[in-house]
C-alpha cells in the first residue's frame, strides 16, 4: 500500500489549495478514504472522509463549508480542495485508507501553511 500526497505550499488566509492522494498497492475502489492533519503540538485530527463509492462524506465541524472532499476511483486518487483558508489551517495534511471506519495506512503528509 502506498499513499502519495501533493498540492501543499504556502498560501495567503481567504486563499485555496487541492491536495490530491495517488494510492497505489490496493484495490482504491473497495477502501474509504479520509484526510487528517496534525498541527505542531497538537494531535492529529480528522478532516474530512469519504466512502468508497463517494457518496458519503462527512467533515470535521472546523473546515465544513470551506472544504471539499472528492475522489476518481479510476485515478485511484482522493482530494482535498480547501477554499477559504485560515493561518489555523496550517498543518500537515495526511490521507488514510481506511479499513472499517478506521486509518490503516497513511502517507507520508504535505505541509500546508497559512500565513501573510
Known amino acids: 500500500v502506498q499513499l502519495v500526497e501533493s498540492g501543499g505550499g504556502l498560501v495567503q488566509p481567504g486563499g485555496s489549495l487541492r491536495l490530491s492522494c495517488v494510492a497505489s498497492?490496493?484495490?482504491?475502489?473497495?477502501?474509504?478514504m479520509s484526510w487528517h492533519r496534525q498541527a505542531p503540538g497538537k494531535e492529529r485530527e480528522l478532516v474530512a472522509g469519504?466512502?468508497?463509492?463517494?457518496?458519503?462524506?462527512k467533515y470535521a465541524d472546523s473546515v465544513k463549508g470551506r472544504f471539499t472532499i472528492s475522489r476518481d476511483n479510476g485515478e485511484n486518487t482522493v482530494y482535498l480542495q480547501m477554499n477559504s483558508l485560515k493561518s489555523e489551517d496550517t498543518a500537515v495534511y495526511y490521507c488514510?485508507?481506511?479499513?472499517?471506519?478506521?486509518?490503516?495506512?497513511w502517507g507520508q503528509g504535505t505541509q500546508v501553511t497559512v500565513s501573510s
Open positions: 488514510a485508507r481506511n479499513f472499517n471506519l478506521r486509518p490503516d495506512y
Open positions: 498497492g490496493f484495490t482504491f475502489g473497495n477502501y474509504g
Open positions: 469519504i466512502s468508497s463509492g463517494g457518496l458519503f462524506k
